[in-house]
């Protein structure tokens, strides 16, 4: 296998058929669930006294000073069981919240991994002058496979979160008792999952397998080309960790208005760079985004082209071009 050649048309296949840039930025949706949440507290400082004192930054005018007390004050006279009603709701809005987002995310990643894999399987089999693909193409290429892809990818999460609470005390002893070395066996682990998966979606588009025959297929071509899988895991994966650290490298900039204004300790300094901060990294989310979209865009086209030249041809279902659409 020629492990040159498919990273080279993996990029000439992304870079012309740059429709494939967005499903690849819904494909990083569904590249986990991330949940949780954080709660942040402090204690106003007060000094003992019939006038009290405040022992606030040195940047706060006296009035700013006084406002914050009165603030902290109104909030210790509202009643417990208002802020545990307010508390209650909060917490059933935050998990409605986060079920909504986790089956948009599981639609729109399992939607966007199927478009890269469909279209770079079209664009393997065009001709060097065919037109770039359309969405359309697309669209209606992955049709007949969606529903079997989304049921793959929502088994696997509802499988590994089971395992997972399951497991939960044994992996943290494992971890313990190993002296963190088994976070490596859980990361290898993590990682031949997610191939399993890769593989077994390009087996549900490319051979038209059902969901059970297509992880058996992908078990078959990992396990029998495992040499080969694993120099072009560490080719992708190392490429992966470098190109992630030059995309998020710009996160560095967006709290230096904020430290610099600490650093100054002037308070108009302070709302200036909070601001200016807050600017920066609504301004770098999307960039963040759309290139982390083209990279697993990119991941996803390599993958499906080493499934394609590790199998053998003769055995799979051949992609069905309309020849009324240009490709």
């Not at 990294?281 to 963040?288: A, R, V, W």
């Amino acid at each position: 296998m020629d492990f040159g050649e498919i990273l080279s048309k993996a990029w000439k296949i992304i870079w012309k058929h740059k429709i494939l840039w967005l499903f690849g930025v819904l494909a990083g949706c569904g590249m986990g669930s991330a949940g949780g949440g954080g709660s942040s507290g402090g204690n106003a400082v007060y000094s003992g006294g019939e006038t009290g004192s405040w022992n606030g930054p040195p940047f706060m005018s006296p009035s700013a000073q006084r406002a914050f007390e009165d603030f902290a004050q109104w909030l210790a006279d509202i009643p417990v069981g208002v802020w545990v009603s307010l508390g209650l709701t909060i917490a059933l809005a935050l998990i409605l919240i986060g079920l909504v987002m986790s089956v948009v995310m599981l639609f729109a990643g399992s939607f966007g991994k199927a478009g890269v894999i469909k279209g770079t399987l079209i664009a393997d089999e065009a001709a060097s002058d065919a037109k770039p693909i359309s969405l359309k193409q697309v669209f209606t290429g992955i049709k007949p496979y969606f529903w079997k892809v989304l049921l793959l990818n929502l088994g696997l999460r509802v499988a590994g979160f089971i395992i997972g609470f399951l497991l939960f005390i044994p992996i943290i002893l494992l971890v313990v008792f190993t002296c963190g070395l088994g976070v490596f066996l859980l990361i290898a682990i993590g990682i031949f999952i997610d191939l399993m998966v890769n593989f077994s979606t390009i087996a549900i588009i490319q051979e038209d397998k059902d969901i059970f025959e297509a992880i058996s297929r992908a078990w078959q071509v990992i396990t029998r080309n495992l040499g080969k899988v694993l120099v072009m895991f560490l080719i992708l994966g190392l490429g992966q960790i470098i190109i992630g650290l030059v995309i998020a490298l710009p996160l560095i900039l967006v709290p230096m208005p904020l430290v610099l204004g600490l650093l100054a300790l002037d308070g108009g300094a302070v709302g200036a760079g909070v601001i200016v901060s807050i600017i920066l990294f609504l301004l770098m989310i999307p960039i963040m985004i759309f290139l982390g979209g083209v990279l697993k865009a990119y991941v996803l086209a390599s993958w499906t082209l080493t499934y394609r030249r590790l199998t053998d041809k003769a055995d799979l279902t051949p992609t069905v071009l309309n020849p009324q659409e240009p490709v």
